[in-house]
């Protein structure tokens, strides 16, 4: 059973302090009798207690503490030692579950006694469905990247989820935790390609202050959760140094693939494909985050003027602006290939053009490399495609070699085709093919 422990000395006790809340909707089934519990309205009233229980490899839990839930809805639990990947749930006065969290970590914030956990709502909720899913399809518990979980997962997602009769709810939860496997899956192997020998265990450490950080302003409220999802964002990144913003976003553009096809794979139609946009929504606004950020890094390190960087900045401002009011996915889509557009397929008025300098004179090159990364970004489209007709619904791994080969055969058609063509512009040529290769291979498999 991989779920760390540590024992507190001196006879102290672990604390984990927090708030059950309210949304809109409300689940009145248990995780215990297969139904999702979603949370929301009069869900503070009517849980009126709360148990912090652990994961066992068959999916089921093991209650380790129970508390009392405040008239305003807080509590405070208190455990005999430490623990990771644990389940704090919201119980009512017949037993059932109406609401519950994912909490990584017991470990404090730095000067705390206690830790604060997420505040119980419908998106908490069905993290915590998911990753209970997730043991259950047999992902160890203590080999689950639950902060990555956290990340992938929003509130729209659940109220898609909540919106839906029991059968399907359960079906769009086992999607969801097929699509978290494929993903960090994924991720893993695509690190690897890029020569970065990383564990799930070593990226979930290194997000767990970050973690820390994010459970207390939600807790808190007052900021947004946007707000509080940037500084999160942020933190977690800072936190991996050892991983550079290209390698992050080159990992997180083949995740967002594999993610995408398991959801799409088991939701393609039907009652699931409000859960399936949704989806395809969040994985499209993760996956801007850490393009923004390698466009960004390379920019700067290429020397890029600041008018450059600037021009790089407001394509991004407008993608993740147009992806946070997209009500669909194929809005999300439109979204993507207008930023793809602005960063290295619209000649002197993209971002690529301005960093290389283009003009009249040189301009057939330019066209020349575009056209090599679109003919690349076609096969690649073609390749996942067969993918997804082929083993959209195969196990994590094979979903994760297949997508992570399809990308290596992309850059380096990319690399082989495009530098040969920018010899002309000298050394913002390197440069130049890493823009085309991130606009070309970004959000594919629309």
């Given at each position: 059973m991989c779920w760390l422990l540590a024992a507190c000395g001196g006879g102290d006790k672990v604390k984990v302090q927090g708030h059950v809340t309210n949304g809109s909707g409300q689940q009145s089934q248990g995780l215990t009798d297969g139904a999702p519990a979603l949370a929301g309205d009069g869900t503070a009233s009517a849980a009126t207690t709360v148990r912090i229980s652990r994961v066992v490899t068959s999916g089921d839990l093991t209650t380790l503490a129970e508390a009392d839930v405040a008239a305003d809805g807080?509590?405070?639990l208190e455990l005999d030692d430490a623990g990771q990947r644990l389940i704090i749930e919201a119980v009512n006065k017949n037993g059932a579950t109406v609401g519950s969290a994912l909490l990584d970590s017991t470990e404090p914030r730095s000067g705390q006694d206690a830790r604060t956990a997420p505040p119980i709502t419908s998106e908490s909720s069905l993290e915590a469905e998911v990753f209970v899913q997730m043991v259950r399809d047999g992902e160890v518990p203590g080999g689950v990247d639950t902060v990555d979980l956290r990340a992938r997962l929003n509130a729209e997602q659940a109220v898609a989820v909540r919106g839906q009769l029991k059968e399907t709810a359960t079906e769009s939860v086992e999607a969801l935790a097929a699509a978290v496997r494929a993903a960090q899956a994924t991720r893993i192997?695509?690190?690897?390609?890029s020569g970065v020998v990383v564990t799930q265990e070593q990226l979930f450490s290194a997000s767990l202050d970050a973690s820390a950080q994010l459970d207390a302003a939600l807790d808190a409220g007052g900021a947004s959760a946007a707000s509080a999802y940037d500084t999160f964002f942020a933190a977690v990144r800072a936190a991996t140094p050892d991983v550079s913003d290209t390698q992050d976003q080159q990992a997180e553009r083949e995740a967002s693939v594999s993610y995408r096809m398991a959801v799409e794979a088991r939701l393609s139609g039907g009652a699931g494909m409000a859960v399936a946009d949704a989806s395809v929504r969040a994985a499209a606004s993760l996956e801007a985050r850490a393009t923004e950020a390698a466009v960004k890094a390379l920019l700067q390190g290429a020397?890029?003027?600041?008018?450059?960087?600037a021009q790089a900045n407001?394509?991004?401002?407008?993608?993740?602006?147009?992806?946070s009011g997209a009500t669909s996915a194929s809005a999300a889509a439109s979204a993507w290939t207008s930023y793809n557009a602005q960063l290295a397929t619209s000649g002197n008025a993209s971002v690529m053009g301005a960093q290389l300098g283009l003009t009249s004179s040189n301009q057939l090159a330019f066209d020349s490399a575009v056209h090599a990364g679109a003919q690349a970004g076609a096969a690649l489209e073609s390749t996942l495609g067969s993918v997804l007709e082929q083993s959209g619904k195969a196990s994590a791994t094979v979903l994760a070699d297949a997508v992570v080969s399809a990308f290596t055969t992309y850059d380096a058609t990319v690399r082989g085709g495009a530098t040969a063509t920018l010899t002309a512009f000298g050394a913002k040529a390197t440069p130049g093919v890493e823009l085309l290769i991130i606009a070309e291979g970004s959000f594919r498999l629309r």
């Open positions: 807080s509590y405070t192997k695509a690190y690897a390609r020397g890029a003027a600041d008018t450059v960087v407001t394509a991004a401002t407008s993608l993740r602006a147009s992806l």
